[in-house]
């Protein structure tokens, strides 16, 4: 099946490549835009919020057609060639009535079809991955291309660029979420990671692209971003080399820039029946760090350009 990636209105269009001009200080023409960025360094595949569960649905979300719309997702990727994919966490869910084997083999089918991808995979934890199981138990089952099993933050390179993802699954007082804890919690990243998170980018003498499931871009007190978001953004600021964050969470397109950096996120998989509900993107990165996101099915198409 041929999928089309969808464009944005020219209303949007328009307020979002203005927004990042402005933001950015600059003016250029599209025409002049594409000439310089022909051809992509890389290019990687991103899929959020996937909530995979043999269970009828809630609201609007529809577990039990994640699969399918993940496999659209994995078809397009592998027809493209992408260089890696990624998805933002939130990958499997449980029943109404939680159960640990049925949860863990919702984890076991929607990591089949993940792992159909002819390339590297890497996964984000998502508070709902720790929804009638461990962190631990999550781990065990997903594999994410080079690193070690029990790594639940870490970072990788690829063709001249540094990826970064982070887990913001902790309570205030440093606990990792699990079965027990993940609901009605806000979300925090613990000194452990934070300190980690500053080494690495001190270390690294690349470009970086930064992957979180909670966002960053929200002050302290917002529900659904880490709680010490405001530290986190210093760090990666005072690095001078983080040109993104991807973001998954919040079920809706959201995009800002905060001193140089970009940060966006996009709607959730789970939400809505049938495949033209379905949300994904393909990142192209250029030389200069320059992004062009194309946006399939629900999600829309921006560039974001490089500081």
Known sequence: MDVGMKKLTVLKSKFLWIAGLVALGLLISVSLFAKKTKTPVLRFGMIT????????????RYYNQSLRKLSEFINVMNKEKVDFIVELGDFKDQDAVPNEANTLGYLTDVEAVFHQFKGPTYHVLGNHDMDGITKTQFLERVENTGIAKDKNYYSFNQKGFHFIVLDGNYTADEKDYNKDNYTGVLSYIPAREVEWLKEDLKSNQLPAIVFIHQLLDDSKGMKRSAQNAPEVRKI?????KVLCVFQGHVNSEKYSMINNIHYYSFISTVFGSGLKHNSYVIVDVFKKGTMKINGYREASSLKLLSH
């Open 49 to 60: 919020d996937v909530h995979y569960a043999a269970r009828d649905h809630f609201k609007e």
């Open 236 to 240: 990666m600021e005072d690095s001078g």
